[in-house]
């Protein structure tokens, strides 16, 4: 049994993510921020600890550390960077705020709470990393300039990582979801979903639960010699 740490867990894939390490029977926290109805029936469905934090917010995440260090018995083993938000707009439409928040959503937490788990794992020589990007931090979408970015950007801190806590022990990896049946989609209507599903060389879009098994075998001691990798979930969408 793993201690470990999801931001993003109230719903979709970060919910999904929580359910597939739960029925592992590791102990899990979980970070949302303000869907407290949902983090609640998480928790009762699952078991796993749910704690309220804008993880953009590097100064909150300091103040809540001790907490779920407390909670889970000891330092996270596992941190799993799911947190996300997504903005559709052409450039020249997006404003500074929303830059920021996107960035500092999708990016940065990642980085902060890397910085923060690392430090025990360190001291233990293993611990495992899984970023949640996406294919569009691959291969860019339109309208989608400061997600896509913020998405490519969890590559480079993916790799990085992994070269420089490899010698630790320390495994970093990034999952990149394709076209996935979540409320983040919801924006869609029932043609454009289908034709995205049409788009994908599988002939469906994803599931939250297929993104989970993922996380999940890269946490895992069969994932023991793979770092720095980024591994579509996508169905071919991204080749």
């Given at each position: 049994?793993?201690r ?12 999904a ?6 029925e ?5 926290a ?6 407290h ?15 309220s934090?804008?993880?953009s917010?590097?100064k ?11 909670a889970l ?8 960077n ?24 999708n990016l940065?937490?990642?980085?902060y709470l890397?910085?923060?788990?690392q ?18 931090g ?8 400061a ?9 480079g ?18 999952v ?5 049946d ?9 043609a454009?979903?289908?034709a ?42 991204a080749?």
């Open positions: 049994m793993k470990v740490l999801i931001t993003g867990g109230s719903r979709g894939i970060g919910a993510i929580v359910r597939a390490f739960t592992k029977g590791h102990r899990v979980f970070l949302y921020h303000t869907n109805a949902a983090a609640t029936r998480v928790a009762a469905e699952t078991g796993a600890l749910p704690f934090c804008d993880v917010d590097p909150a995440l300091g103040a809540i550390w001790k907490d779920i260090l407390f018995g000891g330092a996270p083993e596992v941190l799993i799911n947190a996300g938000i997504s903005d559709t707009r052409l450039s020249r439409d997006v404003d500074d705020a929303t830059w920021r928040r996107l960035l500092d959503t940065s937490a990642a980085f890397s910085r923060m788990a430090v025990p794992m360190i001291g233990e020589k293993w611990g495992r990393i899984v970023n949640v990007g996406s294919m569009w691959k291969i860019g979408a339109s309208m989608e300039v997600y896509s970015t913020a998405k490519a950007g969890l590559r801190l993916t790799m990085s990582l992994a070269k420089e806590l490899g010698p630790s022990g320390i495994t970093v990896n990034c990149e979801p394709g076209v996935i979540t409320d983040m989609n919801s924006c869609h209507d029932e454009t979903l289908a995205l599903a049409e788009e994908t060389p599988l002939g469906r879009l994803g599931t939250p639960e297929d993104v989970a098994a993922a996380v999940l075998f890269l946490a895992s001691s069969e994932a023991a010699f793979i770092t720095g990798q980024c591994l579509g979930v996508d169905g071919g969408f080749i």
